[in-house]
DNA sequence: CAGTATCCTTGCGGATACTG
DNA sequence: CAGTATCCGCAAGGATACTG
C-alpha cells in the first residue's frame, strides 16, 4: 500500500471510531500485549475445547494465579467460553468463540509482519542503548 | 477464511516465532493496548513530521511527562525517528520511521475489526459483570 | 518549548500456600 | 482439578511543580 491511500484508509478507520470506542479499541487490543492472552487465544485455536489444566500445560511457565486470571479476562471480553460441567471433581473446559476466531485471524498478519521486521527492531533496541546508556525510558 | 486454512496459518504464524521471538512480540504489539502510542503513530502517519507541542495539542488529555515516555518508548522501538534541531529555544520533531508506517498499516484492519464487532464486546462485558456481581477479575 | 523530578494510585506478573 | 488468598516487586498512567 502506498502512503497516501494508507493515510486515507487510516483516517478513514479512525474516524468511525468514537471516544467510547476508542476506550473499547484499547481494552481489546491489550491482549496483544499480554503476557498469556494470545498464547491461550492460540492453544484454543489449534486444539479446540481444552480443559483448565490442559491449558495450563501447553503455557510453559504460567503460574495457576494468572492462568484463571487471563481465563477471565478473555471470558470478560468474549473472546473465550467456559463450560463448568458442575461435576463434585471439579471439570471446566473452554473453547474460543465466533468473536476469538476473528481476533486470532486478525493476529496472524500481525504476527508475521513482527517476524519480517524481527531484525529492525532489535538493531532499532541496540542502537537507542547505546546513545542512551542508561538514561531515558527510565 | 474457514477454520482450518486458519488454523493451519496460525500454526505455521506461531511455529515461526522462536521463543525470544514471543517476547519481541509482546514488546512490539504492547503498544497496540498502550494508551497514546497508536494516537502518536496515527497523529504522525497522517500528518507527517510534528513538533513535541503540536503532537500534545492533537492527543487531548495526554500530560507531559506521559507524551515525553511514550515518544521515547516508540523512539526505542524504532518505530518513530527524533529529530533535535539543537537550536537555544529547543524544537525537537518527530516522524514516524518505515516500520512505524508499516505498524500503522497492520493496525487499520485491527480497527476496522474492533469497529465491526464493538457491540459484541459491550455485550460479552455487560453479561459478564451480571453474571459475576463484582468477584472475578479483581 | 521540550523536557525532568517527585509523588501517587492502579494493575500486571509472579511466588507460595491453601480449599472444596 | 480448578480454583482462592495473601504476599511481593515493578511498570503504567497520571498530577503537579520545576528547568535551561
Redesign the pocket.
Known amino acids: 500500500m502506498d502512503r497516501k491511500s494508507l493515510i486515507a484508509s487510516s483516517q478513514a478507520a479512525c474516524d468511525a471510531l468514537s471516544a467510547d470506542d476508542d476506550g473499547l479499541k484499547?481494552e481489546v487490543l491489550?491482549h496483544a500485549?499480554?503476557?498469556?492472552?494470545l498464547g491461550i487465544v492460540y492453544a484454543l485455536g489449534v486444539s479446540g475445547r481444552l480443559?483448565?489444566?490442559?491449558?495450563?500445560?501447553r503455557m510453559e511457565?504460567?503460574?495457576?494465579?494468572?492462568?484463571?486470571?487471563?481465563?477471565?479476562?478473555l471470558e470478560r471480553d468474549g473472546l473465550i467460553l467456559?463450560y463448568?460441567y458442575q461435576e463434585?471433581?471439579?471439570?471446566?473446559?473452554?473453547e474460543l468463540s465466533e468473536v476469538g476466531f476473528g481476533l486470532l485471524e486478525q493476529m496472524i498478519p500481525l504476527w508475521g509482519w513482527v517476524i519480517d521486521n524481527a531484525n529492525e527492531f532489535r538493531q532499532a533496541r541496540t542502537a537507542f542503548d547505546k546513545i542512551n546508556p542508561q538514561?531515558?525510558?527510565?
Chains 1, 2 share one sequence.
Open positions: 484499547r491489550s500485549g499480554n503476557r498469556w492472552s480443559r483448565h489444566a490442559e491449558i495450563g500445560r511457565g504460567v503460574t495457576q494465579r494468572m492462568l484463571t486470571r487471563t481465563l477471565r479476562q467456559r463448568d463434585k471433581a471439579p471439570r471446566v473446559e473452554y538514561q531515558r525510558v527510565e
